[in-house]
């Protein structure tokens, strides 16, 4: 029986051009956000359509999970999102996003729904799954 298939990851704008191009200088499959998107796209316009595409996407911006709208979309439509947190150069999220690839492709194919995951110096950590998101909307 073979593994499973890694992921294609879609890296949002505010990670620049230099942190894809390292990831995928490393192996990885990975979509740009100026690839597909225009660069005043917002948040809420390139969530949904990552989700649909079954990408999963990385970004530095932890605010996506406070906002309302984009939190809905994000979880209606099946994103899986994947936040490089903490005060790191663009070399150094690449690093922190290599060191826990397994963890994070794991991470991907195991949750059944959507979510938003924090990577950070210690590990991968699941904030948010679609199924505590819907229970607390009640």
């Known amino acids: 029986m073979s593994e499973p298939r890694e992921p294609i990851f879609f890296s949002d704008r505010d990670l620049g051009k ?3 191009a390292l990831l995928i200088v490393a192996g990885v499959s990975v979509e740009q956000h100026d690839d597909h998107f225009g660069p005043e796209a917002s948040d809420e316009e390139w969530i949904g359509e990552v989700g649909q595409r ?4 990385i970004t530095r911006d932890a605010r996506i999970r406070y906002s309302p709208l984009a939190l809905t979309i994000l979880m209606e439509s099946g994103t899986r999102l994947f936040v490089m947190v903490g005060k790191l150069r663009t070399t150094e999220a690449a690093e922190l996003f290599l060191k826990w690839r397994a963890q994070i492709v794991t991470t991907s194919l195991r949750e059944s729904g959507a979510f938003i995951a924090k990577v950070r ?3 991968v950590h699941v904030w948010l799954r679609e199924q505590d ?4 909307r009640g």
């Open 121 to 123: 110096r210690d590990g």
């Open 54 to 57: 079954k990408w999963v996407a």
């Open 18 to 20: 230099q942190f894809p």
């Open 133 to 136: 998101w819907r229970r607390r």
